[in-house]
């Protein structure tokens, strides 16, 4: 089955700087990978997602990027602020039954 | 448009009873899945729900089972609760199987 590896587990920066995370992928199938954001005591929020015949995508201050031929993908988020504070969890999903596999979650601290 | 709600927010159990979590999902969305996180892990796939239908079954012994009803809302059985079973329970719900999921805020169950 599919294994979603997620680094780096904690991650602290101070705010306006960038923040990247990185995932990698098992299945060669998986063609859809999510990224949630979770808050202390809430369920995951999509942030941002991308679809395997897309190589980056950008919504703001948040960007994804998928290279499909070393079957990884990363978060890139810039000018981070307090509020982006949170655990980041990526996904991946072979899209067959929306069976989403996750990383084990990055916790993300920007400081003043 | 109403988001993803689940029934209750917390609950204890002891071991070797039985427990019925529910969810409604988003407006319009007839999947539902269910996941489990345990304390500092991503969530884990448990079983989907396409048209009152089971689509998709993740690595959970039968004990845990489910229900869709014909407005979509969802219902997860967990039967001779282990203390193991203590984790967040997590709905999401998506327009089809193959789209989007949208997560609920998630039962916290304790197992004593």
């Known amino acids: 089955g599919e294994n979603v590896e997620q680094h780096p587990s904690t991650l602290s920066v101070q705010e306006g700087d960038s923040a990247v995370i990185k995932c990698t992928y098992s299945?060669?199938?998986?063609?859809?990978f999510p990224w949630y954001k979770q808050e202390l005591g809430k369920g995951p929020q999509l942030i941002i997602d991308?679809?395997?015949?897309?190589g980056e995508k950008k919504d703001q201050r948040i960007a994804v990027t998928l290279n499909k031929t070393a079957k990884h993908f990363s978060l890139h988020i810039t000018e981070t602020q307090p509020e982006d504070s949170a655990v980041y969890f990526c996904?991946?999903?072979?899209?067959?039954?929306?069976?989403?596999?996750f990383g084990t979650g990055t916790r993300l601290q920007v400081t003043l | 448009e109403t988001g993803v709600t689940q029934s209750p927010t917390h609950l204890i159990k002891t071991r070797g009873q039985q427990v019925t979590l529910r969810c409604s999902s988003q407006?319009?969305?007839?999947?539902v899945s269910w996941y489990q996180q345990a304390l500092g892990q991503g969530p884990q796939f448990i079983f989907q729900?396409?048209?009152?239908?089971?689509?998709g079954r993740g690595n959970f012994p039968p004990r845990f089972s489910g229900l869709q009803f014909p407005n979509y809302s969802s219902e997860l059985n967990v039967n001779a609760l282990e203390l193991d079973d203590s984790a967040l329970y997590l709905c999401?719900?998506?327009?089809?199987?193959?789209?989007?999921?949208?997560f609920g805020p998630g039962t916290r169950l304790l197992v004593l």
């Open positions: 999401a719900s998506s327009l089809v199987p193959q789209e989007t999921q949208y």
């Open positions: 299945d060669s199938a998986s063609n859809y």
């Open positions: 991308i679809r395997s015949n897309v």
């Open positions: 996904a991946a999903d072979t899209g067959t039954a929306s069976k989403l596999t």
């Open positions: 407006s319009g969305h007839n999947t």
């Open positions: 729900y396409y048209r009152e239908e089971e689509n």
